[in-house]
């Protein structure tokens, strides 16, 4: 059985807050059979990762439902579950305004970016939100699952490592993102 997932952060999930509820029995777009055939099933720091934490992120990459996801380690610290999803309409706003201010998370936020020659890319962006203000004991967990959970997690454009609220602006996620599209 898969643990209950940690609490949301304040303000719940509600669709008028620029979130949803948490899905149930995500559909496999291949991520669960991907994860069996990596080898280990845990971090370095014994944390597993729940078939529908790698199941959401390839559903929302293979049908742009969801603009974000995050995820957190559950509350005995075994397993990186879903925590929080924002619809296809929710905005960048609401998704930072859902990180909370004292613990860790895992996001992926689908960027849509238009390019100089007005070409319109979508872009997954990985977050991994690490406030000053959370517990030392919750860092570590985090920062020893980090390339564990990126491991599942194919196709990712950019890697954002923040701590502050203010690092992470609309402005600077689009000249990320733009970076990325140019350099290639």
Same mark, same amino acid.
């Given at each position: 059985?898969?643990?209950?997932?940690?609490?949301?952060? $304040?303000?719940?999930?509600?669709?008028?807050?620029?979130?949803?509820?948490?899905?149930?029995?995500?559909?496999?777009?291949?991520?669960?059979?991907?994860?069996?055939? =990596?080898?280990?099933q845990t971090s370095m720091s014994g944390i597993?990762? +729940?078939?529908?934490?790698?199941?959401?992120?390839?559903?929302?990459? $293979?049908?742009?439902?969801?603009?974000?996801?995050?995820?957190?380690?559950?509350?005995?610290?075994? !397993?990186?579950?879903?925590?929080?999803?924002?619809?296809?309409? +929710?905005?960048? =706003? &609401?998704?930072?305004?859902?990180?909370?201010?004292?613990?860790?998370?895992?996001?992926?936020?689908?960027? =849509?970016?238009?390019?100089? &020659?007005?070409?319109?890319?979508?872009?997954?962006?990985?977050?991994?939100?690490?406030?000053?203000?959370?517990?030392?004991? $919750?860092k570590m967990m985090y920062a020893s699952s980090?390339?564990? #959970?990126?491991?599942?997690?194919?196709? #990712?454009?950019? &890697?954002? =490592?923040?701590?502050?609220?203010?690092?992470?602006? &609309?402005?600077?996620?689009? !000249?990320?993102? #733009? +970076?990325?599209?140019?350099?290639?």
């Open positions: 059985a898969t643990p209950a997932p940690p609490p949301a952060p $304040a303000g719940g999930g509600g669709s008028n807050d620029g979130g949803s509820s948490i899905p149930s029995n995500i559909p496999s777009v291949g991520g669960a059979l991907r994860k069996k055939a =990596q080898g280990p597993a990762v +729940s078939d529908d934490a790698i199941n959401l992120f390839y559903y929302m990459k $293979a049908k742009s439902t969801y603009r974000w996801a995050m995820w957190g380690v559950n509350s005995n610290g075994s !397993e990186i579950v879903i925590v929080d999803v924002g619809a296809k309409d +929710s905005t960048y =706003q &609401e998704f930072v305004d859902k990180l909370p201010d004292n613990d860790c998370r895992f996001a992926v936020y689908d960027y =849509q970016v238009t390019n100089s &020659e007005g070409r319109i890319f979508d872009k997954l962006v990985f977050f991994s939100w690490s406030p000053d203000t959370a517990r030392i004991k $919750a980090k390339d564990f #959970l990126k491991s599942h997690m194919e196709g #990712l454009a950019v &890697e954002l =490592q923040v701590s502050d609220k203010d690092e992470i602006s &609309e402005a600077d996620i689009h !000249e990320h993102v #733009l +970076s990325v599209l140019t350099r290639k």
